[in-house]
Nanobody, 124 residues
Framework: QALLVESGGGLVQAGGSLRLSCEGA????????MGWFRQAPGKGREFVAA????????AYAESVTGRFTIARDNGKNTLYLQMNSLKPEDTAIYYC?????????????????WGQGTQVTVTP
């Protein structure tokens, strides 16, 4: 069974919203910094957002700043990504990732753990 399990993806029209979740009950969740990455068809995986172990620090890719919000609930072992004002270019498979180092989940190096991904499709 996977250590990280994403959910919440789907099909939405441009301008709409989705909330992704990533459940990590099989990890010592609160000891990991967490991040969201995405991979669009024909492109490499790219950083989207990151959050520190306590949730006190967050970081975002420029392309999603002001539209996406990352959050975590350590009591529920769950990571979230609220996505608003979605655009067709946000279409991708979204992956959550976990690593003890905050810098790693911002895209510097490879996180220790990855989820299986959830598809987000935004239509014009």
């Amino acid at each position: 069974q996977a250590l990280l399990v994403e959910s919440g993806g789907g099909l939405v029209q441009a301008g709409g919203s989705l909330r992704l979740s990533c459940e990590g009950a099989r990890l010592a969740f609160s000891t990991y910094a967490m991040g969201w990455f995405r991979q669009a068809p024909g492109k490499g995986r790219e950083f989207v957002a990151a959050i520190s172990r306590s949730g006190g620090s967050t970081a975002y890719a420029e392309s999603v700043t002001g539209r996406f919000t990352i959050a975590r609930d350590n009591g529920k072992n769950t990571l979230y990504l609220q996505m608003n004002s979605l655009k067709p270019e946000d279409t991708a498979i979204y992956y959550c990732a976990a690593d003890p180092a905050y810098a790693v989940v911002q895209g510097i190096g490879g996180p220790d753990h990855w989820g299986q991904g959830t598809q987000v499709t935004v239509t014009p």
